[in-house]
């Protein structure tokens, strides 16, 4: 194993535990937090037992994801990490369920199809995993620090390094709740269960809402405000048919348990389906000051000898948004104002071919990305994807007046 592998394992694992406090996954984490709550009663084995099943789902849906982008690799075709939330499909079925597990945690609906099939102890262990796969999924896109650098080196690498060095970040995703686990005694730091768990509960259902507000946010961006109205109905139509299922059908038998399940499935990926087949938004908004990339123009601006600033980043990324709020900052435009610095902005929200052959030209497959062409230079230094005003400025100013 060499060093420059070595290095990118230590810092996948990094980012692999950072990325449990950025804003992508914090809100999935509510169902891993119930869940450890819950089975403080069942003693440090179950906790235990729910960490493990955790992590299998997180490395499964990291395996997976991994051999897609190897898949697409072989085949000539380059994607990028967090490549998941560019299908419109998958953002919609991840609306849809972040939704409904955010009804069931306000106890408008309860989900009992798995414990009837499975018994109370399988289903727990069903829903760690799941919580892991969900965690993933979304979670992934994010830009935690050190893991950029991680991520990029490894969409280089040959296959089986790709494979380690994801593995390693999802072991990095999970060992803070292995560390957990495994402690002696650490079971006892948390409460008593008492009542005060269903108003967590409750109150954890809000950053569901909130994820899939933000979802919401993905999808239209990707597909324009054509989007909106029937994706609203969809979402009050499964709200609709839980409360029919809590209400009407309710539960009690195995069967018909299954059936309401099955029926809802069907909606939910129907739905999906119908919505991800959608005209998709052709006109996507450029901030002003912007103008939207492509390598011809750049091209065309760096032969007129023109000092480029160059930003990818996509709806989806919340390290990205956050960014733009700084590069949109008085101060930050006043530097580019006074030095003529040209501002090109590629947004890979939804797939694109032209912008993924740039990053994987300029050595990354991930967003969010920042490169500054300076007029007179035969290379280029990229921009840290992590930064404050300070940073920005401070390499900004070094970069223009050297």
């Given at each position: 194993?060499?060093?420059?592998?070595?290095?990118?394992?230590?810092?996948?694992?990094?980012?692999?535990?950072?990325?449990?406090?950025?804003?992508?996954?914090?809100?999935?984490?509510?169902?891993?937090?119930?869940?450890?709550?819950?089975?403080?009663s069942?003693?440090?084995?179950?906790?235990?037992?729910?960490?493990?099943?955790?992590?299998?789902?997180?490395?499964?849906?990291?395996?997976?994801?991994?051999?897609?982008?190897?898949?697409?690799?072989?085949?000539?075709?380059?994607?990028?990490?967090?490549?998941?939330?560019?299908?419109?499909?998958?953002?919609?079925?991840?609306?849809?369920v972040?939704?409904?597990?955010?009804?069931?945690?306000?106890?408008?609906?309860?989900?009992?199809?798995?414990?009837?099939?499975?018994?109370?102890a399988?289903?727990?262990?069903?829903?760690?995993?799941?919580?892991?796969?969900?965690?993933?999924l979304?979670?992934?896109?994010?830009?935690?620090?050190?893991?950029?650098?991680a991520?990029?080196?490894?969409?280089?690498?040959?296959?089986?390094?790709?494979?380690?060095?994801?593995?390693?970040?999802?072991?990095?995703?999970?060992?803070?709740?292995?560390?957990?686990?495994?402690?002696?005694?650490a079971?006892?730091?948390?409460?008593?269960?008492?009542?005060?768990m269903?108003?967590?509960?409750?109150?954890?259902?809000?950053?569901?809402?909130?994820?899939?507000?933000w979802?919401?946010?993905?999808?239209v961006?990707?597909?324009?405000?054509?989007?909106?109205?029937?994706?609203?109905?969809?979402?009050?139509?499964?709200?609709?048919?839980?409360w029919?299922?809590?209400?009407?059908v309710?539960?009690?038998?195995?069967?018909?348990?299954?059936?309401?399940?099955?029926?809802?499935?069907?909606?939910v990926?129907?739905?999906?389906?119908?919505?991800?087949k959608?005209?998709v938004?052709?006109?996507?908004?450029?901030?002003?000051?912007?103008?939207?990339?492509?390598?011809?123009?750049?091209?065309?601006?760096?032969?007129?000898?023109?000092t480029?600033?160059?930003a990818?980043?996509?709806?989806?990324?919340?390290?990205?948004?956050?960014?733009?709020?700084?590069?949109?900052?008085?101060?930050?435009?006043?530097?580019?104002?006074?030095?003529?610095?040209?501002?090109?902005?590629?947004?890979?929200?939804?797939?694109?071919?032209?912008?993924?052959?740039?990053?994987?030209?300029?050595?990354s497959?991930?967003?969010?990305?920042?490169?500054?062409?300076?007029?007179?230079?035969?290379?280029?230094?990229?921009?840290p994807?992590?930064f404050?005003?300070?940073?920005?400025?401070?390499?900004?100013?070094?970069?223009?007046?050297?």
């Open positions: 194993m060499d060093t420059t592998l070595l290095n990118a394992l230590v810092l996948a694992f990094a980012g692999g535990v950072l990325l449990n406090f950025m804003p992508c996954v914090f809100p999935i984490l509510s169902l891993k937090i119930i869940s450890v709550v819950r089975q403080k069942a003693g440090d084995n179950r906790i235990l037992q729910g960490c493990v099943f955790y992590t299998v789902g997180v490395l499964a849906t990291m395996l997976a994801l991994t051999g897609v982008l190897f898949i697409f690799r072989t085949t000539g075709n380059l994607l990028g990490w967090g490549f998941q939330l560019q299908s419109p499909f998958l953002v919609t079925l991840l609306l849809y972040t939704f409904l597990l955010g009804l069931s945690f306000s106890g408008y609906y309860e989900i009992t199809f798995g414990i009837s099939i499975l018994g109370r399988g289903s727990q262990n069903l829903e760690s995993f799941l919580t892991g796969v969900l965690s993933t979304i979670g992934t896109p994010c830009a935690a620090p050190f893991m950029v650098s991520v990029s080196f490894s969409l280089l690498q040959p296959g089986l390094h790709s494979v380690f060095i994801f593995q390693f970040m999802g072991l990095g995703m999970v060992f803070p709740y292995l560390a957990f686990s495994c402690i002696p005694g079971i006892m730091l948390l409460p008593k269960p008492g009542k005060w269903e108003y967590l509960k409750q109150l954890l259902a809000f950053p569901m809402y909130l994820t899939a507000a979802l919401l946010h993905v999808l961006s990707q597909k324009g405000v054509v989007a909106l109205f029937p994706t609203i109905c969809s979402i009050i139509a499964i709200a609709f048919l839980t029919i299922i809590k209400n009407v309710k539960s009690g038998s195995t069967l018909r348990d299954a059936a309401a399940l099955c029926f809802t499935i069907i909606f990926v129907t739905s999906a389906m119908y919505i991800s959608l005209k938004a052709e006109d996507i908004p450029i901030h002003k000051g912007f103008v939207a990339f492509s390598e011809d123009s750049l091209q065309d601006l760096l032969d007129k000898g023109e480029v600033f160059v990818v980043g996509a709806e989806w990324c919340l390290t990205c948004k956050t960014n733009e709020l700084i590069i949109n900052s008085e101060a930050i435009q006043r530097i580019f104002h006074t030095h003529g610095v040209k501002q090109m902005k590629a947004d890979w929200t939804n797939m694109d071919s032209g912008i993924a052959q740039y990053l994987h030209s300029m050595g497959s991930s967003v969010p990305f920042y490169v500054l062409y300076v007029h007179g230079r035969p290379t280029t230094e990229p921009i994807q992590i404050s005003e300070a940073k920005l400025t401070d390499f900004l100013l070094r970069s223009l007046t050297d």
